[in-house]
């Protein structure tokens, strides 16, 4: 992606977002003890279990390991503020001045790092960095750092399902001959059936032309889509109560546990912690379809470059690669360790096994997320 002209987009956007400054909810968590270089806030976008794994687990660990220090977030749920969030970020860039937040845990910590908006940051700084796969830190370019991952898997009813499919191809046949027995969330309201969307798409779509749409902004190629778009559109009559999409990833899960389906793509981390707290019944199970695979990867964190606080974040992110914090993330929402499996208890070992997250299907870049979404509600729905 162009760095220059795309910094110069987000900086038009950096008036507006200075108005929008109050949206998000205000910091909280923080205790009254840690010095100014030392008190750090961390800006989540994202659904209240992150929230949840930042305030009851991660952050009272971090605080209770490094004295003197101490992190409030910044929360804005399902990243509805995060255009202009991206504004402000860029707006403080631009003029070398406190963006107010240290460390960032949003979707579009990838383009803020291609933009420039974030700081460079490597082994030296954060050693917990050598131990994670190559790839998935080339995936997030300079300084966008993964610290967990999920992917999309296929869940089903067991009764009712004896033998789930096993290719793309398979689960659209399965589709066909099941009325009313499978959905997903449109694309806008959740990843689980972004996933499902992309993957239909991605059937038709050249090796190369993918590389693009996943690397940077790709309009020229999203021609390629029109075949899976027809395909999602043909699904609508064979879809629950012929065509209903449900707003959101917990409402999939919510017709998948009362009966209502036979069948979804759904987040692993949010499957695995329903089947623990037991708000999803043990007649549910899941698997991963092939040909292609559904869609998953790492959640990145990235440190403002115009933060004074650099030490300070750099610590809390080391901090956040350790096997202690990554076993805290496994434990608290089933998310896929990003470090060596090797360097874990033999518990989380024993759960992760079979997840690499190395191999995991990136989804597209945000900006072709976005066009995505735009022509999916256009060509799909009541179609």
């Known amino acids: 992606m162009n760095r220059p002209r795309l910094i110069a987009s987000l900086a038009a956007l950096s008036a507006a977002a200075l108005m929008f400054a109050g949206c998000s909810q205000s910091p909280a968590g923080a205790s009254s003890s840690g010095s100014a270089d030392t008190a750090l806030t961390v800006f989540v976008s994202a659904d209240t279990n992150i929230q949840d794994l930042w305030q009851k687990t ?8 490094n004295p003197g220090y101490t992190v409030a977030i910044d929360f804005d749920l399902h990243g509805t503020h995060d255009q202009q969030t991206v504004a402000k970020l860029t707006a403080a860039t631009v003029q070398n001045r406190d963006p107010g937040y240290d460390l960032v845990d949003a979707g579009f910590v990838v383009q803020a790092a291609a933009s420039g908006l974030l700081e460079k940051v490597g082994a030296s700084e954060v050693p917990g960095i050598a131990d994670i796969p190559s790839a998935l830190v080339q995936a997030g370019g300079d300084g966008a750092i993964p610290y967990r991952g999920s992917s ?6 067991t009764a009712t399902v004896p033998q789930p499919p ?13 009325p009313g027995q499978f ?11 972004a996933a499902f969307v992309t993957t239909v798409l ?14 940077g902004a790709a309009p020229e190629v999203e021609g390629d889509w029109d075949k899976g778009f027809a395909t999602l559109a043909s699904l609508n009559p064979f879809v629950y109560q012929k065509g209903v999409y449900p ?13 209502q389906i036979s069948m979804a793509p759904v987040w692993s981390d949010q499957f695995v912690t329903g089947v623990k707290n037991g708000q999803i019944p043990s007649n549910i199970s899941y698997t991963q379809i092939s040909n292609p695979s559904f869609t998953g990867g790492a959640s990145y964190l990235g440190i403002p470059s115009a933060t004074p606080r650099k030490a300070a974040a750099q610590k809390l992110l080391a901090w956040l690669l350790t096997p202690t914090a990554q076993s805290l993330v496994a434990d608290s929402i089933s998310g896929y360790p990003v470090i060596a499996l090797d360097k874990l208890p033999s518990s989380v070992q024993s759960t992760f096994q079979n997840a690499n997250i190395a191999d995991l299907r990136p989804t597209y870049f945000a900006t072709n997320s976005a066009d995505m979404n735009k022509a999916w509600a256009q060509k799909v729905p009541g179609k």
């Open 166 to 178: 096993k290719t793309l191809s398979d689960l659209l046949a399965w589709i066909q001959a099941h």
């Open 202 to 215: 991605d059937q038709n779509v050249p090796d190369a032309d993918r590389t693009k749409l996943v690397t």
């Open 183 to 193: 959905t997903y969330n449109s694309p806008s309201t959740g990843g689980s059936g």
């Open 58 to 65: 991660l952050i009272p660990a971090f605080e209770k390991d």
């Open 152 to 157: 999309v898997v296929l869940a089903y009813n």
């Open 247 to 259: 707003n959101g990833n917990s409402q999939v899960l919510d017709l998948l546990s009362s009966g």
